[in-house]
Each structure stands twice: as C-alpha cells, then as structure tokens.
C-alpha cells in the first residue's frame, strides 16, 4: 500500500473516532468560554448554564463555580451555595500523591458515583499538568433546581497561577453522568502523531 494511501486512511480513521466521540454525547451542553481566570482571592465566579461571570459572586446570579487564588502553585475552587451542596470531582487524578479536586484522564465519568468537594490542586495534589490541557469535573444545579453533572478544561502556563477556562460541558439530562471526552481537534492530532511515529520506524 503506498504511504499516501495509509496517510489519507489514518486521517479518516481519527476523523471517525472524534465525530463519534461527538455523537456519543449529543446530549451535551458545551460552552466555549475562554476566560482567562485571575490570579487573585477572587478569581471568577461562573453561571454555567446561564452563561455569566464576573469577579464580584453576588453580581453574578445564581453562580456554579468559582476557581480562584493567588498563588502560582496552585488553584483553588469554591463551589456555589445555591443550592448546597455543589462540588468539584476530588481524586489523585494524573499521578497525583494527593487527593484534591482532580484532573481527570479522558474517559472518566463524572456523575453520581464520583466524589464531590473542593480541595485545592496542585501538581502534586490533583496530579494537575503545567503547559497543558486539564480536565476537571463538576456538578451543579440549573434553574430548574435539578443535579446536572459536567466538566470543564483548564489551559494552564508555566505556572498554576496562568490559567485559563477553555470550555465547560454538561449533560444536558438530570442526573446523568458525562464522560470526559478530549476535544476532537486533540484527537486528530493524536492520530498524526502516531503515523507520524509509524514512518520514522518504516
């Protein structure tokens, strides 16, 4: 088979596994919102259905999250107290030594079975990675008063303290469980990479 063949199948192959990762959750909110989080005792307080933020919590209604502080080595997380009790996913996450709120491998559940509450990440309590994508997961009552559970990725710098709120995504049914997907864009590039390393051998 020539390579350009193989080249052109591997991309579809990709191609295929992202737009079925997709479609396996259709029933997924996804809110594209970029928000650079502040070094500060405040961070940003977010309305994840409603789509609002802001620096103040009682100017922003009926808040879901709150990553915030002021330290270059970590990232600390408030949940919303309308109403209690709302939480983060806590775990040792990529190769932490301790538990905190995680972030969390591709293919993780976030939903009922998961445990919720708010301790502070680092790279070591959390297994959070410096330069890269995070993924942590959450849940968090919509308007309707009901339990909907969701993840959000966290771009992070050199530092902790650099952070930014890439996206955030919720099942869009009550009390179902969604599953840590990475972006489609990163699963492309995963299959680059592996044809990439495929030619070197051959």
Not at 28 to 37: A, P
Not at 54 to 66: M, P, R
Not at 95 to 122: H, M, N, P, Q
Not at 136 to 145: E, Q, R, Y
Request: glycine share 14%; aromatic share 10%; with cysteine.
């Amino acid at each position: 088979m020539r390579i350009s063949n193989r080249f052109d199948k591997h991309i579809v192959a990709a191609a295929t596994v992202a737009m079925s990762a997709v479609a396996a959750n259709a029933s997924v909110v996804t809110w594209g919102c970029n928000l650079v989080i502040p070094n500060s005792i405040d961070g940003l307080y977010i309305n994840i259905e409603a789509q609002t933020y802001g620096s103040v919590g009682n100017l922003v209604s009926g808040w879901d999250i709150n990553p915030y502080g002021a330290s270059s080595n970590k990232i600390q997380w408030l949940p919303s107290p309308y109403p209690s009790p709302n939480g983060y996913v806590i775990g040792f996450g990529q190769g932490g030594t301790t538990a905190a709120v995680a972030s969390l491998s591709g293919g993780t559940v976030v939903g009922a079975a998961s445990t919720f509450d708010r301790t502070a990440s680092s790279v070591t309590a959390g297994g959070w990675m410096l330069n890269a994508a995070n993924y942590f997961g959450f849940k968090f009552f919509t308007a309707d008063g009901l339990v909907h559970y969701g993840y959000g990725v966290m771009t992070t710098g050199a530092t902790l303290g650099v952070r930014t709120l890439t996206s955030v995504s919720y099942e869009s049914v009550a009390g179902v469980g969604i599953t840590v997907v990475p972006a489609p864009g990163a699963l492309v590039l995963l299959g680059f990479a592996g044809i990439a390393s495929r030619r070197r051998r051959n």
